[in-house]
């Protein structure tokens, strides 16, 4: 049994009258990459928030290696090694490719009260930037507004903001969403390259991406888990087949 | 807004001219052009901190009038006790403006900080609104204090003192207000590109991400906010001196929303194009009315319906203002 990066206990999340998240328990192992499947509206989402500190957990608990943060600011967690991505594209579209990252970079880097040297001449941020760039097939855009990448593109540079500071966990709620076949298997193929460096939780719709990429698979529906295990486990098992693979398999 | 090495000719020309003029002005011996260039250079002041907060940080502060105003009561209150020879709050008056400047930056500070501290929990129309609302609260709070004149404001006999410095001199006190201003712009271009600036913008750009990168974006936006409340009140102080009189009408929405005009004229996150913002604005202000009247008697009143439509122009037209239209929109 490896270490575990992250460790979720019972965590609830009500909105109103219904129950997103219903006492979830999930752990990382360090190096995995653990898929979250569930037909949509399951609490796939919600989970990550709870988990990234976007949203407040009503209960339960979150352990990052070992230590609980279940009341801290997302800031704060980010700054613990908790890295995420969103389901809709989120870079700063309004600056350069490599100031993303260099931002990216700059968050773990010590204090940004700085208010004189020229941040964008920074080497301390800028070699490291271009470093990720690199390692994610995006450097001859480094100069580009981020804005004017091409979708995928943006995706990939969401990923290397997400990468900086080498996370404990990456959260990434779909990343293959709105990529096209060649697209996604380059996401597919730059997600692989990141094992074991990076523990990952992933939430994705794109069944063969996830069984590809998997280790563990854990099946959300409607906010409770109802199976967790290896992916041929997972794929055999009947309750996940009726509730949700069996949905996939016309399409 | 380039660094100054990545700067293209039109930003160096328009620079250079800027610069220029602004120092051989007082030489033309037109002691009422000099008048209106201080007030220019008072506005383009505040207009270009104001811009720290709205520009930078795409936080539309419509209160900023405010930190302006108390500035200047800083100077009327400071004026009005050394005048009685009474003391304020068991102090000695200072007339001193660098005094002056401390004790505004304190006051504006403070009451940036503990309104800062509620209206930027919010965003959009909200933020808009909270800040309007704190500066109207301050605006009929010096409307009636009657121990300063209330409504009807603080005459000055004399400008503050500068020292070995001469304010009572229009040309001395221009070059002064000319050295503020330029002192400003030079920490505004640096703390554009510093990592502050670059956090502060980023933030605007997208504040979820820039949580989830890892940054407390709201202790850098409160931090944006004290500074621009800051450099405004010390706008304040010159505004104060540069009128010889101190009122609530600093505090005015009109005031907020004039200088939102300024930077919007200008051009919204430049630092340096609420310059150009406020110079046009003022001199709009100053010389429309009477162009207006050669064509109709008594049509200069009417001169904002011509400024109306100026500024939905440049919003349609003109993204980054009078200064991207000189420049050119690229970085």
Partial sequence: MSEEVLRAVDLTRRFGGVIACDRVSLALRRGEIHALIGPNGAGKTTFLNLLSGELAADSGRILLCGRDITRLPTHRRARLGLARSFQITSILPGMSVLENVSLAIQAHAGSSFRFFADAGRDPALNEPASELLARVGLRECAGLPAARLAHGQKRVLELAMALAGDPEVLLLDEPLAGLGPEEGRRMVELLAGLRPRTTMLLVEHDMDAVFRLADRVTVLVYGRVIASGDPDGIRRDPEVRSAYLGEEEGG | ?331
């Fill in chain 2, 1 to 331: 807004m380039p660094r100054l090495s990545e700067m293209g000719w039109r930003w160096r020309i328009l620079l250079a001219l800027a610069l220029l003029s602004a120092l051989l002005i007082p030489w033309t011996g037109d002691d009422y052009l000099v008048k209106l260039a201080t007030r220019i250079l008072i506005f383009a002041l505040a207009a270009s901190a104001l811009d720290l907060v709205l520009g930078l940080g795409g936080l539309v502060s419509f209160g900023h009038a405010a930190f302006l105003g108390l500035g200047a009561y800083v100077v009327g209150i400071m004026f009005l006790h050394d005048f009685e020879g009474t003391g304020f709050l068991g102090l000695a008056p200072s007339q001193d403006i660098f005094v002056q400047f401390l004790l505004a930056a304190l006051v504006a500070g403070g009451f940036a900080l503990a309104t800062g501290a509620v209206c930027l929990r919010t965003r959009g129309v909200a933020f808009i609104m909270i800040t309007l609302a704190f500066a109207q609260m301050l605006f009929f709070f010096f409307v009636s204090l009657r121990r300063y004149n209330g409504e009807d404001g603080i005459a000055l006999w004399n400008r503050s003192r500068g020292g070995w410095l001469e304010l009572e001199d229009q040309r001395t006190f221009y070059y002064f207000v000319l050295a503020c201003l330029v002192l400003f712009l030079v920490f505004a271009a640096r703390l554009y590109h510093s990592r502050f600036g670059r956090v502060v913008r980023g933030s605007k750009d997208n504040d979820r991400r820039m949580r989830a990168l890892g940054f407390p974006t709201y202790r850098y936006r409160l931090t944006a906010y004290l500074l621009s409340a800051v450099v405004t009140s010390i706008a304040g102080v010159l505004l104060a001196n540069a009128t010889y009189f101190v009122g609530p009408a600093y505090l005015s929405w009109h005031m907020s929303g004039q200088l939102i005009v300024m930077v919007v004229l200008g051009g919204i996150g430049t630092l340096f194009g609420p310059v150009l913002g406020a110079a046009l604005f003022i001199l709009l202000e100053e010389f429309l009315p009477d162009v207006l009247d050669l064509f109709a008697a008594g049509a200069g009143e009417y001169w904002m319906l011509l400024l109306g439509p100026l500024l939905v122009i440049v919003a349609l037209f003109a993204r980054r203002g009078l200064l991207g239209v000189l420049v050119g929109t690229g970085r």
